[in-house]
């Protein structure tokens, strides 16, 4: 069964920083190419960003680029999302999925992100 467990959200101020994770589970994750989407209250989901199987190729949203940095430890089964210089609209719910942008085949149930004074 492929299991797709995020953590490490939380609220944070503007400017702020957060490291989101991603644990995969039930598929061969270093195989996989994988990615972040996010949904802010009252709006569909959005992509934020994907990555190669083998770490050589990453992508990113023309909203998060440059503050945002997407990888992954393969021998960990882990994705990770690390999230600088922090504004209120990227408050959203992040969800890791399986696949890359186009074909995502998995989500995970997502963790809370709230950037707020």
């Known amino acids: 069964e492929v299991q797709l467990v995020e953590s490490g959200g939380g609220l944070v101020q503007p400017g702020g920083t957060l490291r989101l994770s991603c644990a995969a589970s039930g598929f061969t994750f270093g195989y996989n190419d994988m990615s972040w989407v996010r949904q802010a209250p009252g709006k569909g989901p959005e992509w934020v960003s994907s990555?190669?199987?083998?770490?050589?190729?990453?992508y990113y949203a023309d909203s998060v680029k440059g503050r945002f940095t997407i990888s992954r430890d393969n021998a960990k089964n882990t994705l990770y999302l690390q999230m600088n210089s922090l504004k209120p609209e990227d408050t959203a719910v992040y969800r890791c999925?399986?696949?890359?942008?186009?074909?995502?085949?998995?989500w995970g149930q997502g963790t809370q992100v709230t950037v707020s004074s």
């Open positions: 999925t399986k696949g890359g942008r186009w074909s995502p085949s998995y």
């Open positions: 990555i190669n199987s083998d770490s050589g190729s990453t």
